[in-house]
Structure formats: structure tokens, C-alpha cells
């Protein structure tokens, strides 16, 4: 008796932690999908302009690490003592109240990139990071420098409105919260 009450006590603690994984379900019962955390981009003339949509909060710390394809790799990272909120980043100026400490090299395009890892939070703890391929904003930004359209990962070019109504739903912008799951 003793002794299958200890297994049913050890199968029970077993199972425990993969039920608690089962909680992230829709009502049907099938897993929530994890959505893709993105940062929005866009080209007006050779800048690379970043947002994050809803306002990063805290953020003394902002790493941009740009990779192409060969394994090249730049990166850049501003930093402050007192904690900002960020919504727009521009590659290569240091938001108000931020210092570089690691500045970009002399003669740095941003077109000879593959792809922009964008990481920003308080310290070496991130609140934030996406990783964003660079070549449609690269061929198309110019295009959309006056339309106010905004490439974003797997979603192309979006108004403001736009990447608002799909924030949550299709992607999660680089500060957004991730969804409660039930």
C-alpha cells in the first residue's frame, strides 16, 4: 500500500511540471503559439531609423549588433546612469541622455549588413530584443521614406495604425509585454 502510494506521489511530482507547460492552451486545448518578438525599421536617406513600438521603459543600455553573411560582425552600445524611456533609435546617434561606449566604426553602412540584432534594458538585463533581417529595408526603404510606412519582420511594410493593431496578435514589438497565457 505504502509503496504505491510513493509512486503515484513520484509520478505526480514528474508530471507536474509538464501539466504547468499545458496551462499556456486556448480554450480548444491547443498550445498558444509563441509570437516573434520585432523591432520596426525604416530608411529615410541613409539613416536607419529603429522603433520599438510601445515605449521601453528603464532602459539604461542599448546594444545594436549588426551581422552579414560572411560572419562579420559590428556592434555598437550607448549606455546612461539614469534610467530613459526609448521609442526610436537612429544607427550611429546615441539618444538624448546616452553616451556610446562602444561607437561604430569610421566609414560604417548599414547596407552592407545582412541582419540588425537590437537589444535594450536596464544593465545587462534585457527588456527587449529583436532580430531583424536588413535587405528589404535596404532595397525598399528609400521607397517608404516620405509614406511613413515601417518595415516589420514577416508583416512588410506597415503604417503606425497597422503595426498597433497587430501588435499582440500576429508579433510582439521589442517592448511589448508578453501576452498572459491561461
Keep these: 500500500m505504502h509503496g504505491r502510494l510513493a509512486r503515484r506521489a513520484i509520478v505526480a511530482a514528474a508530471l507536474a511540471p509538464v501539466l504547468g507547460g499545458l496551462t499556456a492552451c486556448d480554450p480548444a486545448g ?19 531609423e529603429v522603433l520599438t513600438g510601445p515605449p521601453c521603459e528603464g532602459v539604461t543600455r542599448i546594444r545594436l ?3 552579414s553573411d560572411d560572419g562579420v560582425i ?11 524611456t526609448v521609442e526610436q533609435l537612429t544607427v550611429g546617434t546615441a539618444p538624448e541622455g546616452f553616451t556610446v561606449t562602444e561607437p561604430l566604426p569610421a566609414g560604417f553602412d548599414w547596407r552592407e549588413f545582412d541582419e540588425l540584432s537590437v537589444d ?3 544593465g545587462e538585463g534585457w527588456v527587449g ?9 535596404a532595397a525598399d526603404g ?12 514577416d508583416a512588410g511594410w506597415l503604417s503606425a495604425d497597422e503595426i498597433t493593431a497587430r501588435d499582440g496578435e500576429e508579433f510582439l514589438m521589442l517592448c511589448t509585454p508578453e501576452p498572459e497565457r491561461s
Design 129 to 137: 530584443h529583436a532580430t531583424v533581417p536588413l535587405g528589404e529595408v
Design 120 to 122: 535594450v534594458g536596464p
Design 142 to 153: 528609400g521607397a517608404h521614406a516620405d509614406d511613413g510606412a515601417t518595415y516589420v519582420p
Design 30 to 48: 491547443a498550445p498558444l503559439p509563441e509570437l516573434p518578438k520585432v523591432a520596426a525599421l525604416r530608411a529615410p536617406a541613409s539613416a536607419l
Design 74 to 84: 559590428v556592434r555598437t552600445v550607448a549606455e546612461s546612469v539614469q534610467p530613459h
Design 65 to 67: 549588433m549588426f551581422t
